[in-house]
């Protein structure tokens, strides 16, 4: 136990040390380096396949799980795909911030830089772990990636190949590890507070509460979304029906699909009619309040609403409604409800619409939108590391642009204070 | 105790609740309410003073705690005076970051909103009180402010006249709330996730770290500043001895203040000749290394350097020396036992200065100029809340400009995913 502690802080501490080489390739040879990685994958596909058939093996062919482990040459492709999308972004690196000459006749830079090292927890899905080394090297950061057991063959398949083309462009294997999948080695990394900069969990809700309780690495958490859609009473009813179901029901089981309706009692019935018939088309449960409960009556896939099903973040075909009395009573149900991440207003009420827009906190704020925009390619961010719906740092989509940190640059000729 | 619990709890959970009424002044109704704090202090000066005078008389006047403590009439005088330069500050919010057309019709803004609710944490000095509060409400954050014991009958007058004015503009107190002084107070502050936004500490290394390793809230941290500066074999020596002479004695106890002087061997005697003079003058202790121990010989204040003395934050009219071959090793020195501050080479070779200033992980990077400018004022953000040694969100002098988080706002007709 304490030499695979030694290892696991050494492995850290070099990858730390390691972390300045990326600061030294231009932008140009970056991009080779991630269109080597994407090709390297293509052509090792059957090799891919064959340690996912290993990871397969291992698990229940019904667990849900199941279906986000499997890879196939189409989900290579669209992985290699992904890497080359990042390598047709914008350098996120050195950009220059501010810059001023100050009284003194110091000129003050602000720049960005890389943040040095990135360490990501995640589950199953085997993608992350490309989609994280090439956000990662395209912003010259090294990274220390800390997968399930359950992909562990995948992941280490995927990693080989990353590893041969570091090697073939004379670069360490260091600046993107892969830690074994074992459980007790996430808490060296919770204290790893001079070689990891940031802590990114990805995963289940579990996860994330694990890793902010007990992490002293600043952590960036891209959480729950408890998502609501309030319509007022100025709605167009076409609109909000059309609005609603799509949001509810193009991918369910994303953080960023609606969770809770919220209706003016004014047109309540009027929306219910039409939006129970839509809903009713794609079986969408519905927990209900009192009020709309009856208005339900009869709605095949109806329960009364308890008070935590409006704290459920769904991730299903279900929804819960409440009827309320005006703009006042959605914001303090969504401040008391919501988890910051995206909420949705359908109004032709211009002013109602922009008291809601500034009032409500949260990540992304929608007027006459779904909330399944909430995405860093929807944005025109490119790939995301996830979305965060914390305040500091990442906001919301949180993509290449925010891998980075800043850095102050002040050349002088032998000023003093 | 249980009682107690709770009504942090509930103090806490009030200050929530009301911080969006701040989000409904304007510019303007904000920088009225700052002239009032200031010249309320002012007015109250003797009030402020008793008060003051009732902490003192609990402090041992050779505490070096006992002048940071001590208020007089042109020490209030300069409060009033940092709250009347923060009104002049540009207001942070709703400050315009991307605004886009989506390829479906969506426009989409990123715009600056505040935090929401600040916690700051800090020790003695009662100006603390003062600075965050005019911040926080230029910046529309409510705050939760911990001082210290020492220093609690200062902080609750300094509260009453700020309450007083909050009053008179009917704003509720849980805008700017302070807290008893007792310790244990402070880890209920640490879970409470969902009331409040940032955590800021700002005193001694073990409140810091304290604060860091037990707050599942985000920290910002504004931690010791290990500086150096690295004298390269092309620097003009006279201008050399200046720099190092102002960032070590112009004000020894402060973060930017210089620690640790690096010289390459080269230059080695040429330099130390005229910088014993200069450093013997304000009484410097020197902490050499062996080879420049032997060329400081008869030097008064010299004593051998251990090796943990290169990890030491002075604070005081001591620095330590070390002789390194060339800006590899420069560099080295400080990636190991820098702490991310600030750091400065004096050279009057560009290459050299700009593959230091690349390659040094530090929040603020110099060349020819002294580590003392890193600073708020200085750096013209106004007014600091600290120097931050993280790499999230904030990066050196943490001013107005970041106490505020990003909103993406999506004005759509309709738009489904």
Redo the contacts between chains.
Sequence with gaps: MMQAKNTVAQTIARTH?KR?VL?ELSAGQINIILKDIANGLLENTEGILKSNQKDLAKMDRNSPLYDRLLLNASRIQSIAGSIRKVMKLKDPCEQLLAK?K?GNG?V?EKITTP??VVAAIFESRPNVVADIASLCLKSRNACILKGSKDADYTNRAIIKIIHGILKQHKLPDALVYLLPPDREIVSQLFTA?KHI??IIPRGSNQLIDFV??NS?V???ETGAGVCHTYVEKTA?IP?AV??IV??KT?RPSVCNALDTILIDEAIAEKLLTPLQIALGEKEVKIYADNKSYGLLKGYPFLVKAAKSDYYREFLSLSCAIKIVKNLEEALHHI?IHGTRHSEAIITSNKKI?SDF???V??????????T???DGE???LGAEVGIST????A???FALEKLV?????????????
């Design positions: 040390a300045m600061q001023r100050l110091i003050l943040l040095g507070t900069d940031v902010r309780k002293q600043p952590v960036i167009q609109m059309k609005i799509n949001a193009q401040e619409a827009l500034k009032l906190d949260a990540a992304a704020v929608y007027h006459n939108a779904s399944r925009f909430t929807e944005f025109g914390q305040k500091l740092h906001r919301g989509p940190t800043e850095k102050w640059i002040l050349r002088g000729n032998g000023q003093i204070r």
